[in-house]
DNA sequence: TCACAACACATAGAACCTCTATGTATTGTG
DNA sequence: CACAATACATAGAGGTTCTATGTGTTGTGA
């Protein structure tokens, strides 16, 4: 199947697009699952890392999302000065862990809907 | 697990932003599907329908990426003034055929990675 | 005949989002 | 000394869907 300029520049937004729905529930997964309290530039390499270079997100796109986490009482940051860097450390509230949860709830529900609706007819489609 | 209007609202926009991101691949596969051509308010009807009522569009949603599909070369349109209503009925192009094969592929990839990371440990986490 | 729902498309403006680009400052490295 | 990596921050650009509203037609029930 050839893969003209129009092409590439849906699929680049289709892929944009769906990366940027799930940071949230990533960065709240992230933290949910570290042993320890975790960092913003720590949380980029770790995603990074763990998808196997398949999801990378930007500083400028971390920092506010994180921010925003903290704001609507999903997580708490406290600063560590104490250390070689200041380095805000996030951890995950009760409120944070109840709407992860449900939020993979919605994610595995709507991943169904959308694999019953593409698969229904065996894929790939018409001549 | 309790879920408070906090969660309820991040859950709200979580939602929304699943939906948001797939609208253009669910429109595609069904204009693709399709044995005739289909015009908006019918596809709004069929999603509905063939999601048992979990996907749900407005007109002012989905009439403007239609046209925005159309813009890309993606779709085409042609009129329809004879029938009992004017209507327009949507085609997938031959690029369009080639972006949703390739969209589906990278959902298929997305979604694999998402999984892979949020059952990593089993899933729901925490003591 | 009248009122109202359903059909069918259209669009302006609001509200929201992430990403680009840039800035600050410190620490390690050649 | 210069530069890369670490670490956080934010303004502004650019993009998106959704709300709300408008137009007009057809069908339906009282």
Do not use: C
């Not at 680049?12 to 940027?20: G, I, M, R, V």
């Not at 390499?45 to 009482?73: Q, S, V, W």
């Not at 104490?82 to 709830?105: F, M, N, V, W």
């Amino acid at each position: 199947m050839r893969r003209t300029k129009t092409v590439d520049k849906f699929l680049t937004k289709f892929d944009k697009e769906l990366k940027s729905g799930m940071i949230s529930l990533i960065l709240l997964f992230m933290i949910d699952r570290a042993r320890d309290p975790m960092y913003g530039y720590q949380i980029i390499r770790e995603i990074k890392e763990k998808t196997d270079g398949n999801l990378e997100f930007k500083e400028g796109t971390i920092y506010p999302i994180l921010r925003n986490l903290e704001a609507r009482g999903l997580l708490k940051s406290v600063w560590d000065t104490k250390g070689e860097r200041p380095r805000k450390y996030y951890q995950i509230t009760k409120d944070g862990k109840s709407a992860l949860s449900h939020a993979i709830d919605d994610w595995e529900t709507f991943s169904g809907v959308i694999k019953d609706l593409i698969s229904r007819d065996g894929g790939e489609g018409g001549p």
